[in-house]
């Protein structure tokens, strides 16, 4: 007890230093959090993806497509519950900073392979039946003010011309992580019309998402359907959705273990700051380290003091960050929800947080408690200053 | 030197490991810093430089990439035609009609798929590209399956190598030559021949067409003339600019990524300096009262401490910047959002950094060291030399 209340008394003597440092440790690991949960965020896609969903692709790259006949095909696969198609879409909305995910979708089967995305049935009827009929995410229909009802007008970019949709749905996420920010039409609305403008782009389907009845059979059906299509026209690739988002992450990679290294970098930065504040204490109390002695307090005693001190500092100053990590997170999902959809900070990055704020606090006191504890009597009380 | 500089660089010298550890975060902060703006260089530097002035791209009207574009025979045939284009060998007009498609290939070692773009190139692609340079065996047939490949893919990629064998579209393709092309984006790219390529993805369009123009003041004019013509869907755009913008949002990411990041750990290493110099401040309280007594005035003490705060920050600067130099030698590789390709590119150092680096420290060894300076100038002389 009489330990820790010296170094609580002694980590506030110098009161504004005491505060600086503590800020400072508390905005390094606010930074940590973020940037980790920034990170966890790469693998959002993938973590969200269901065990039970196959992606079925070209086999030469994402920018080749598949023709629409191999959906019945693939429906005749044991164990394949539903069969639905997407295309990437690639529109623009007005400029291209409104930039959002947007899917030329088979609607029905879409819709039942996606139970994550909630509409409610009568939206869901009229999307069905209005072959110009949109849905778009929550998120995306707030931060365009779009109304049911309303008509969009998308440039495309992939395929040429103005389109437009009128929206008919707007749906919810089933959990906090699901992207409440994409946009879905008819793919039939997009095939129409280019059947007319270019009839060879026609019947082409970007990639098929397979649903499975259960997990295990994944694997098996994945062969199946690239077996049937081997040697054919368009070869195709077949894998579980977590790996197809996983595939996506990878192509970044880099940039997400750039941002990870500087994550750890800023943890360095602070672990300087605070040795820096304790070496400071330490080399101030040098004389009282040695009348300590002179009274008899062991070494050991010593260093608990010095110890006790930095650590308390670093866990305070960790704990303000780690609540502070909560309103950030949420302004920045506020702010910055075109880039990041959901920003929500996991257990697991809290406790990576007070992990670091521990260490930062043992490591800046290495050296002054082995400064402190291995001081000479004599020689401490001889120093001035 | 006066007195008041010379006390404060020996200051530092007197206090080194307080020195060193607040020079030391502000290094690393300083690093960050510089690390991302070379990296956001490195790019648009790789991506500029693979676009030549004189040179034009045409692609589809709307597409903002080669990949996304499609050019039909016929258009590719007006476009030959126009008046504007350097005649190259043989007489034929100095143009040439490509397909940019993306596959997937293995990464080496990690066996990670990535989207690589293979370009379909005619006879005159190599003469619009003079920084393609063949640097081992040699140029693939026109009329067969082989194929040259760049350094970086070479490198990188599963079956890359010279005499390896790449499989796609349903046929098996050698690789027959390696090209360099410095530190441009043709380095991550494929090259085989146009019509075979077209033949085997089944693509009867083009992706792009490629041409020099004769001069190029003239460029507008041409441009609107291509796009007002009625049989065309088209835009023409100078080669520069058309890779310019392909890097754009990657750059503008990372710079906005490096920016918030620094300024953020800035705080930890700003509140390091000020503790320090806070510190430095307290414990030279007599020195200061007796400079005082000795009639040096109140500027002269803040002007010292301030001094002190700038040096501590130049040498943090520096040995931020010395590391961040030898990043130079790394080379990246990520997917470029805007063409969905892989891309490499290494961190590229330009003067403009150094001084933003440079005056970034500065900046950051002024707002630690500024109140504190404050607090020892406002010291009165008597109070001064009485504290001990």
């Known amino acids: 007890m009489f330990y820790l209340k010296l170094s609580l008394r002694n980590a506030f003597r110098h009161p504004l230093r005491a505060v600086l440092t503590i800020t400072g440790v508390a905005v390094a690991i606010l930074a940590f959090g973020l940037l980790r949960t920034l990170v966890g965020l790469w693998y959002l896609g993938v973590e969200t993806s269901s065990s039970t969903r196959l992606i079925t692709r070209s086999s030469i790259s994402l920018v080749f497509t598949l023709p629409v006949s191999y959906r019945e095909r693939i429906r005749h696969i044991s164990g394949v519950t539903e069969v639905s198609s997407m295309n990437w879409f690639g529109g623009i909305y007005v400029s291209e900073k409104n930039f959002f995910p947007n899917f030329a979708v088979e609607p029905k089967t879409f819709l039942a392979l996606y139970p994550e995305f909630i509409i409610d049935d009568a939206e869901k009827r009229s999307f069905l039946k209005d072959r110009r009929g949109a849905v778009a995410g929550f998120k995306l229909a707030a931060k365009h003010g779009w109304k049911i009802g309303d008509r969009i007008v998308l440039k495309g970019t992939i395929f040429p011309g103005e389109w437009d949709f009128v929206l008919r749905g707007i749906y919810r996420g089933a959990q906090r992580s699901t992207d409440e920010s994409q946009f879905f039409f008819h793919w039939d609305y997009l095939n129409e019309s280019l059947r007319k403008t270019v009839p060879r782009r026609a019947d082409q389907v970007g990639l098929y998402v397979v649903g499975v009845d259960a997990p295990e059979k994944a694997p098996e059906v994945a062969q199946a359907i690239d077996a049937i299509f081997r040697n054919s026209l368009a070869e195709t690739m077949s894998e579980t959705e977590k790996a197809f988002q996983l595939s996506f992450v990878a192509m970044t990679e880099a940039i997400m273990i750039a941002i990870k290294i500087v994550s750890y970098v800023v943890i360095v930065i602070i672990m300087v700051v605070a040795a820096n504040t304790m070496a400071m204490t330490a080399r101030e109390r040098i004389s009282e380290y040695a009348t300590m002695k002179a009274l008899g307090f062991k070494w050991s005693h010593i260093a608990i003091t010095v110890f006790g001190e930095s650590l308390f500092i670093a866990l305070l100053g960790g704990a303000i960050g780690v609540l502070l990590t909560f309103p950030a997170a949420h302004l920045l999902e506020t702010e910055l929800s075109q880039f990041f959809p959901v920003f929500s900070v996991s257990p697991v990055t809290i406790y990576f947080q007070l992990a670091a704020a521990t260490l930062v606090g043992i490591v800046s006191s290495a050296f002054p408690v082995y400064r402190a504890s291995t001081i000479n009597i004599s020689e401490g009380l001889r120093r001035i200053g | ?388």
């Open chain 2, 1 to 388: 030197m006066p007195v008041p500089v010379y006390y404060s660089f020996r200051n530092l010298t007197v206090r080194r490991l307080t020195t060193a550890l607040t020079a030391s975060g502000m290094a690393l902060v300083v690093f960050v810093f510089a690390a991302t703006l070379m990296l956001a260089e490195g790019l648009q530097k790789t991506l500029v430089e693979t676009g030549s002035p004189d040179n034009v791209v045409v692609i589809r009207k709307g597409s903002q990439s080669e990949v996304q574009s499609g050019v039909e025979r016929l258009q590719a045939s007006i476009v030959e035609s126009l008046p504007d284009i350097v005649t190259g060998e043989g007489g034929r007009p100095l143009l040439a009609k490509e397909l940019v498609v993306l596959i997937n290939l293995p990464k080496r070692g990690s066996n990670k798929p990535a989207n690589v773009v293979i370009r379909g190139v005619g006879g005159a692609s190599y003469a619009l590209r003079p920084q393609v340079k063949l640097v081992e065996g040699r140029m693939p047939r026109p009329g067969s399956s082989e194929i040259i490949a760049g350094k970086s893919i070479a490198e990188r990629f599963e079956g890359g190598g010279i005499g390896e064998h790449l499989r796609f579209a349903m046929r098996e393709w050698t690789v027959v030559g390696i090209f360099d092309a410095g530190s441009t984006g043709f380095s991550s790219e494929i090259w085989g021949d146009v019509d075979q390529l077209m033949q085997s993805f089944r693509r009867p369009v083009y992706s792009s067409v490629i041409f020099r123009m004769r001069d190029a003041a003239a460029f507008d004019s041409m441009k609107s003339r291509l796009e007002s013509d009625p049989r065309m869907t088209v835009e023409a755009k100078l080669e520069t600019r058309y890779y310019l913008d392909q890097s754009e949002a990657m750059a503008k990411f990372l710079r906005i990524l490096g920016l918030s990041l620094t300024f953020i750990f800035s705080l930890g290493a700003v509140i390091g300096a000020m503790i320090t110099m806070y510190a430095a401040v307290a414990n030279r309280v007599v020195e200061i009262g007796t400079l005082r007594a000795l009639g040096f005035h109140r500027a002269s003490i803040l002007q010292a401490f301030i001094l002190e705060a700038l040096f501590l920050g130049l040498i943090g600067g520096v040995a931020g910047l010395v590391p961040a130099a030898f990043l130079q030698f790394i080379t990246i590789s990520t997917m470029n959002w805007q063409s969905f390709a892989e891309l490499a590119f290494s961190f590229s150092l330009s003067p403009g950094i150094i001084v933003k680096s440079l005056l970034f420290s500065l900046v950051m060894g002024i707002a630690g060291g500024l109140l504190p300076a404050f607090r020892a100038a406002r010291m009165d002389i008597v109070g001064a030399l009485r504290s001990s």
